[in-house]
């Protein structure tokens, strides 16, 4: 046997090892068994799987099966949480396991969510991939508001800042950190769905760097993006020329009414939601708040791409739970109707039309970043 035919068989061996991982993983979260959980990774590592093989190619697409699971409609809302949340203890527990543990000192990188962007998890898996190659980590979490992100880091001078942003309506308010950020002298590497599979928003929105993930994101900073990228992308916060027409503004300004006269449309045309119970009525609200919440986030970045990706997504979630994507017509006519006057606005409105009349459905879902 060959020496590569020896590397091909442990390459196998390992991924085989790994498969075995994630389905004793999956089934601990899914029964919410936390002990079983951290007892499934400290059996990995002790077995000699390298830490961060556990946290990128274990817990890693154990979050994403989560999430698919969920929007299949084959796990509860509550279940997605309590899986989430044993696959953050997990993450936790790898940190304290002396496998996990360095010496080294590579520098200083602080890891935050913008404001809003509830979703930790992608971040947490960053900060401690950081960690395991040897750099001084402040993870500062979720829903990090901007003033307190610049105070921090006035305070601990790092040598950049990692922003995660995992949701697309949240990337007006990651416009403003990565601004803040580079007004107060750091660097800014950019990750997370929110951005684009591409990274096309964080480079439209001026981050110094973009990363697909958390070894790409190590990389980066392990090669010096600091000296090579900084102050390349940089642009005004103001300085997105579509944004001079004041759609956005406008649209933005006036979400809760057309939130509302949508609703009272609907029901007055639709006897059905006249029967509807208050529980039915609010979620219908919500929902039609989440479309509109994506419209001011494709006005704000000027892309169909992101609005129509929410609607087929939501359709997809939709068909999961035996409701028709055809039902999202109506809203989609109704703000049309309520928005005559803005063309941006009536472009993305009629492109979402289209792709749901397409059935194109998008291969990730454009909340998530797992």
Same mark, same amino acid.
């Given at each position: 046997?060959?020496?590569?035919?020896? %590397?091909?068989?442990?390459?196998?061996?390992?991924?085989?090892?790994?498969?075995?991982?994630?389905?004793?993983?999956?089934?601990? #979260?899914? %029964?919410?068994?936390?002990?079983?959980a951290v007892a499934t990774i400290y059996a990995?590592?002790?077995?000699? *799987?390298?830490?961060?093989? *556990?946290?990128?190619?274990?817990?890693?697409?154990?979050?994403?099966?989560? $999430?698919?699971?969920?929007?299949?409609?084959?796990?509860?809302?509550?279940?997605?949480?309590?899986?989430?949340?044993?696959?953050?203890?997990? *993450?936790?527990? &790898?940190?304290?396991?002396?496998?996990?543990?360095?010496?080294?000192?590579?520098? /200083? *990188?602080? #890891?935050?969510?913008?404001?809003?962007?509830?979703?930790?998890?992608?971040a947490r898996l960053l900060a401690e991939t950081l960690r395991l190659r040897g750099w001084q980590v402040d993870f500062l979490g979720a829903q990090v508001p901007t003033p307190h992100l610049i105070a921090h880091l006035h305070q601990s001078g790092p040598d950049a800042v990692a922003l995660s942003c995992s949701i697309p309506t949240r990337l007006p308010t990651a416009h403003a950190a990565i601004t803040a950020c580079q007004a107060a002298g750091v660097a800014v590497l950019a990750g997370g769905a929110a951005f684009g599979p591409d990274g096309r928003f964080a480079r439209q929105l001026?981050? @110094?760097?973009?990363?697909?993930?958390?070894?790409?994101?190590?990389?980066?900073?392990?090669?010096?993006?600091l000296s090579t990228?900084?102050?390349?992308?940089?642009?005004?916060? %103001? @300085?997105?020329?579509? &944004?001079? @027409?004041?759609?956005?503004?406008?649209?933005?300004?006036?979400?809760?009414?057309?939130?509302?006269?949508?609703l009272a449309t609907l029901e007055s045309r639709i006897p059905a939601m006249r029967e509807y119970s208050d529980f039915e009525r609010q979620r219908t609200a919500e929902d039609i708040a989440h479309i509109v919440e994506f419209l001011v986030a494709g006005l704000y970045t000027d892309d169909d791409e992101l609005f129509t990706g929410f609607m087929l997504w939501t359709a997809g979630i939709l068909a999961a739970r035996g409701v028709p994507a055809a039902t999202?017509?109506?809203?989609?006519?109704?703000?049309?109707?309520?928005? &005559?006057?803005?063309?941006?606005? /009536?472009?993305?409105l009629d492109a979402a039309k289209s792709? &749901?009349? $397409?059935? /194109?459905?998008?291969?990730?879902?454009?909340q998530l970043n797992t």
């Open positions: 046997m060959s020496s590569h035919d020896v %590397d091909s068989a442990a390459t196998r061996a390992v991924a085989t090892d790994l498969a075995q991982v994630r389905e004793q993983l999956w089934g601990a #979260v899914i %029964d919410c068994d936390e002990y079983a990995a590592m002790d077995a000699g *799987v390298p830490p961060e093989d *556990v946290l990128l190619e274990v817990i890693a697409p154990v979050q994403q099966k989560i $999430g698919a699971e969920w929007a299949a409609n084959r796990i509860r809302i509550a279940q997605e949480h309590a899986a989430t949340a044993i696959n953050d203890r997990a *993450v936790a527990a &790898l940190a304290h396991h002396p496998a996990g543990r360095t010496t080294a000192h590579t520098g /200083k *990188v602080t #890891v935050a969510c913008v404001d809003g962007e509830w979703h930790a998890l992608p001026g981050a @110094d760097a973009w990363a697909p993930d958390a070894r790409a994101a190590a990389e980066l900073l392990a090669e010096g993006f990228h900084l102050s390349s992308n940089r642009q005004p916060i %103001d @300085d997105l020329p579509h &944004l001079v @027409d004041q759609e956005y503004t406008t649209v933005s300004q006036t979400a809760t009414q057309l939130i509302t006269e949508t999202l017509f109506p809203a989609l006519e109704l703000l049309g109707k309520q928005l &005559l006057e803005f063309p941006r606005s /009536k472009r993305l792709a &749901l009349a $397409g059935e /194109k459905r998008p291969a990730t879902d454009p």
